[in-house]
Structure formats: structure tokens, C-alpha cells
T-cell receptor
Framework: GIQVEQSPPDLILQEGANSTLRCNFS?????LQWFHQNPWGQLINLFY???GTKQNGRLSATTVATERYSLLYISSSQTTDSGVYFC????????????FGKGTHLIIQP | GAVVSQHPSWVICKSGTSVKIECRSL??????MFWYRQFPKQSLMLMAT?????????EQGVEKDKFLINHASLTLSTLTVTSAHPEDSSFYIC???????????FGSGTRLTVV
């Protein structure tokens, strides 16, 4: 199956800093999503981005499908951005579920 | 977008008992639903794919007799953890794929603790 690697595994930043999270995947995909998991476990969908670039406020994401990687950018970090960020990919067109990376644990210090 | 409701949010049960978790697709008819499991400080792993009106398909290493899945309608899938043991304590979360919106939508999850 598809392998998903996220980096870095842990990241500690001061409030106001910018960060880049990376997701590498081992095969072609037709689904790629970035999630933020809050302390209660809920998965917040940040981006559905199998290719291209999207922006939503302080967050943006880019997926280069031909090179099999995606990047999540967080600008002007806030303490509420803390948590675990997951990249998840799928190749079955919605029939097969998602394969998740191990996540990046982000801590934003005031 | 699609809304997925999962119930209960958390449950504590005694070892040896069974627990049922419900996943409802509130505004979307889901012929397929997905069940994931997340152990503490780990990632989410797909456990099984629930198919409306037919048997679920399980990922390698997941015991189908222990994790019973029923998908009797287009809006409801249930996961029953039978004869639960402490090692089954985990976060269980379901998902659907409403094609119209792109991507997968997840429920809020169920935290199971077996004592």
C-alpha cells in the first residue's frame, strides 16, 4: 500500500512564527487531505488538495502530485494552532479509505 | 458539506462486555463508511470498510469476529466491539466520502476505555 511520511515529527515554535510541514507519499493519489486533530480528538479538515495550491486565511497548502509531496504552511502562528497535523492520502476514488501519516506534533508557545 | 454524527463520544466498559458505536451520515446517503482506530499518541489506521447491505471488508490484522460491523441502511453503520479487553481501549472514528464535496468527512470519534 501507499506509504506516507510526514516531517518534522515534532515542532516547537514561538507565537508569531511561520512553519512548513511536509508530507511525502510513495505512489500516485487522487485524494490528499490535511487535518488538524484537536485535544478532544476531533479531526478538522484543513484542505482537500490532491494537486495545486489552496489558501485559507493564515494556512495554505501545495501539492506537487508529480513529485509526490505536499506542504502545509502556517503563518503568524497562534497558540490555538497547537496540536497534531495529519496528512492522509487515498487512491481508490473514495472506495478505499485513507492512509494517514504519523503526524506532526506542533506546539506554539506564547 | 456532509455531516457525520458519531455516538457515544466516550464510553467506559468492563472487560468482557460488548460496546456498540454508531455512525450516522446526516445529510448524505453513504453506501460505504470507513472505520478507523487510533491508539494513544499514534496515527489513525483504517480498520474496516462498511458496505450497505453486504459484509464489511477488514484490513489485515483486524479480527472480524471481534469488531462486528453492520451497515443496514444508507445512513447508519455500527461497530460493535465484542468481549472488550483493555487492549481494545482506543479512539474509534468513522468516515464517509461524499463525492460532491471532495475528500472524506469524519465523525467526532468515540473514546473507548475498557477497565
Amino acid at each position: 500500500g501507499i506509504q506516507v511520511e510526514q516531517s518534522p515529527p515534532d515542532l516547537i515554535l514561538q507565537e508569531g512564527a511561520n512553519s512548513t510541514l511536509r508530507c511525502n507519499f510513495s505512489d500516485s493519489v487522487n485524494n490528499l487531505q490535511w487535518f488538524h486533530q484537536n485535544p478532544w480528538g476531533q479531526l478538522i479538515n484543513l484542505f482537500y488538495i490532491p494537486s495545486g495550491t489552496k489558501q485559507n486565511g493564515r494556512l495554505s497548502a501545495t501539492t506537487v502530485a508529480t513529485e509526490r509531496y505536499s506542504l502545509l504552511y502556517i503563518s503568524s502562528s497562534q497558540t490555538t494552532d497547537s496540536g497534531v497535523y495529519f496528512c492522509a492520502v487515498g487512491s481508490g476514488g473514495g472506495a478505499d479509505g485513507l492512509t494517514f501519516g504519523k503526524g506532526t506534533h506542533l506546539i506554539i508557545q506564547p | 458539506g456532509a455531516v457525520v454524527s458519531q455516538h457515544p463520544s466516550w464510553v467506559i466498559c468492563k472487560s468482557g462486555t460488548s460496546v456498540k458505536i454508531e455512525c450516522r451520515s446526516l445529510d448524505f446517503q453513504a453506501t460505504t463508511m470507513f472505520w478507523y482506530r487510533q491508539f494513544p499518541k499514534q496515527s489513525l489506521m483504517l480498520m474496516a470498510t462498511s458496505n450497505e447491505g453486504s459484509k464489511a471488508t477488514y484490513e489485515q490484522g483486524v479480527e472480524k469476529d471481534k469488531f462486528l460491523i453492520n451497515h443496514a441502511s444508507l445512513t447508519l453503520s455500527t461497530l460493535t466491539v465484542t468481549s472488550a479487553h483493555p487492549e481494545d481501549s482506543s479512539f474509534y472514528i468513522c468516515s464517509v466520502h461524499p463525492r460532491a464535496v471532495g475528500g472524506y468527512t469524519f465523525g467526532s470519534g468515540t473514546r473507548l476505555t475498557v477497565v
